[in-house]
């Protein structure tokens, strides 16, 4: 069993940048694909990003593509999200999320975490 705890959202303006973290315990961190959601206010929740297990391979939806990294640590058990030109459409609820399958985490992620508010002002 998986347990996701993030870290990092807060408030920030429009074209700065914030550095999300999600720490993983009661697994065996790299046998588990890593992810990032986001939900914002009425409405559902939105796949951003996967990265595989050794952190060789990583896709991002378009609308992040080229201003978020996901990044991880087998190390230390953390997968981290940079956030860079933010813009106040990127203000939502952010959610880690980890399965074994790389295809099965982008629709229907095996855990989450509980979430970090990110809000981007104009």
């Known amino acids: 069993q998986v347990q996701l705890v993030e870290s990092g959202g807060g408030l920030v303006q429009a074209g700065g940048s914030l550095r999300l973290s999600c720490a993983a315990s009661?697994?065996?961190?790299?046998?588990?694909?890593m992810g990032w959601f986001r939900q914002a206010p009425g409405k559902e929740r939105e796949f951003l990003t996967v990265?595989?297990?050794?952190?060789?391979?990583?896709y991002y939806v378009d609308s992040v593509k080229g201003r978020f990294t996901i990044s991880r640590d087998n190390a230390k058990n953390t997968v981290y999200l940079q956030m860079n030109g933010l813009k106040p459409e990127d203000t939502a609820v952010y959610y880690c999320a980890a399965d074994p399958s790389y295809v099965v985490l982008s629709t229907r992620p095996g855990y989450w975490g509980q979430g970090t508010q990110v809000t981007v002002s104009s």
């Open positions: 009661g697994g065996t961190f790299s046998n588990y694909n």
């Open positions: 990265i595989n297990r050794s952190g060789g391979n990583a």
